[in-house]
Each structure stands twice: as C-alpha cells, then as structure tokens.
C-alpha cells in the first residue's frame, strides 16, 4: 500500500504517507493497522474513557495512586478552562510524531494543529491528559506525550497543554508551554482524537 487511492474493501493494513482525510478513509474501511513505513512507522491507537469526574475527583484519584503533578498541571486543572463531561464515553486516540504528519524541520503548534485536522483528527478534551496519565501506567521511559487539546492559559499567563513522562519509576503529569508559535522538532509526539464516524458525528448533533 501507498497512497490513499489505493485503499479498497480488501486492504488490512495501510503503509504510506499520511495524507489529507486518511484517518477518516481508513475509519470508514476498518482499518487499524497503520504504518509511514514498516515495520518501525507503526502508528499507535489506544481508547480512553473519559467523563463522570469533576476536576477535584481526577485530582483526588492522581494523589490516590501517587503520580507526580507539578504546578503547572495542577495549575490548568483548577483553570476555569478545564472542562470535564458529566457523561462517561469512550474516545479513540491516534499517536504522531511530528515528522509523521509530513512537516519538515522546524514547525509550530498551529501547523501541527492544522496538519492533524486535516489528516481528520480532531482536538482531544481537556480531561484527557489527566485520564491518560491514571491508565497509561506503562509508559516507556525517557517518552514524552504532549496532549493536543485547546491550550489552557495558566495563571503565569502562558498556554499550555498536559505533557506525559516517565523518569525511572515516576510518572509525571505536567503542563507545557505550546503557545500557538512555538516550534518543535520532528520527534515531539502528539496525541490527537480519532474524529466520530460521520453517522456518529451527525446523530450527536441531532
């Protein structure tokens, strides 16, 4: 497989450049398996579940299980911004690098943003990072997962976005800087929401 217009109702795996539109295309086909290149391009899934939990419970529940939250995730947690839904749902997450999304060098949050609804994903909810960092307790060390949602301006009056780590055996949950200009490499990895099929998307709306 290598492009777009090669997918078809007997395709089970995608291998190619990510191109506009493909996360809906290969929703649409059933595809999970995905890959810029194989066997090492392996784009990453997973599924979180969020809502049912206002913003002190995940507070309450990050200090239950002892995970490391600096200031600054506190910070955007108490935010006003920080939102979270009264109804429990199930999400679809997709992991990219920034050299995955087909920018080259140097780029900013906003291209990076742009880039992603395009490929047809959608900005994560807030309540994301902080759900994430309760489930992902096997996080690799030395990663480092910058959750794309709307940034949260924090009380020091800059933008952030939650940013997952692991150092040794502490998982930390922090807040980022991701002002709309700021520039990252091609290794910083995203994380995204898998747009609602579009017969779900309408039904929502209804």
Same mark, same amino acid.
């Given at each position: 497989?290598?492009?777009? =217009?090669?997918?078809? %109702?007997? +395709?089970?795996?995608?291998?190619?450049?990510? #191109?506009?539109?493909? !996360?809906? &295309?290969?929703? $649409?086909?059933?595809?999970?398996?995905?890959?810029?290149?194989?066997?090492?391009?392996?784009?990453?899934?997973?599924?979180?579940?969020?809502?049912?939990?206002?913003?002190?419970?995940?507070?309450?529940?990050?200090? =239950?299980?002892?995970? %490391?939250? +600096?200031?600054?995730?506190?910070?955007?947690? #108490?935010?006003?911004? !920080?939102? &979270?839904?009264? $109804?429990?749902?199930?999400?679809?997450?997709?992991?990219?690098?920034?050299?995955?999304?087909?920018?080259?060098?140097?780029?900013?949050?906003?291209?990076?943003?742009?880039?992603?609804?395009?490929?047809?994903?959608?900005?994560?909810?807030?309540?994301?990072?902080?759900?994430?960092?309760?489930?992902?307790?096997?996080?690799?060390?030395?990663?480092?997962?910058?959750?794309?949602?709307?940034?949260?301006?924090?009380?020091?009056?800059?933008?952030?976005?939650?940013?997952?780590?692991?150092?040794?055996?502490?998982?930390?949950?922090?807040?980022?800087?991701?002002?709309?200009?700021?520039?990252?490499?091609?290794?910083?990895?995203?994380?995204?929401?898998?747009?609602?099929?579009?017969?779900?998307?309408?039904?929502?709306?209804?």
């Amino acid at each position: 497989m290598k492009g777009i =217009s090669e997918i078809n %109702n007997d +395709t089970k795996a995608y291998v190619g450049k990510l #191109e506009s539109g493909i !996360f809906s &295309t290969l929703q $649409n086909q059933g595809i999970e398996h995905i890959y810029t290149n194989f066997p090492e391009g392996r784009i990453r899934q997973n599924r979180v579940a969020i809502g049912g939990k206002t913003p002190i419970e995940l507070q309450q529940d990050l200090r =239950s299980k002892e995970f %490391n939250v +600096t200031i600054d995730a506190k910070d955007m947690i #108490e935010n006003p911004d !920080f939102i &979270t839904q009264e $109804n429990t749902e199930n999400i679809d997450l997709v992991y990219l690098k920034v050299a995955d999304l087909g920018l080259t060098g140097i780029v900013r949050t906003d291209e990076i943003y742009e880039r992603a609804k395009q490929l047809g994903l959608d900005l994560c909810p807030s309540e994301v990072g902080p759900q994430m960092r309760l489930d992902y307790v096997d996080q690799p060390a030395k990663e480092y997962l910058y959750i794309g949602t709307q940034q949260i301006v924090a009380s020091d009056g800059n933008s952030r976005v939650f940013q997952l780590s692991r150092d040794g055996e502490e998982l930390w949950l922090d807040g980022h800087w991701a002002h709309p200009e700021r520039q990252w490499n091609p290794d910083g990895q995203f994380v995204f929401r898998l747009s609602p099929p579009a017969d779900i998307s309408e039904a929502l709306a209804a």
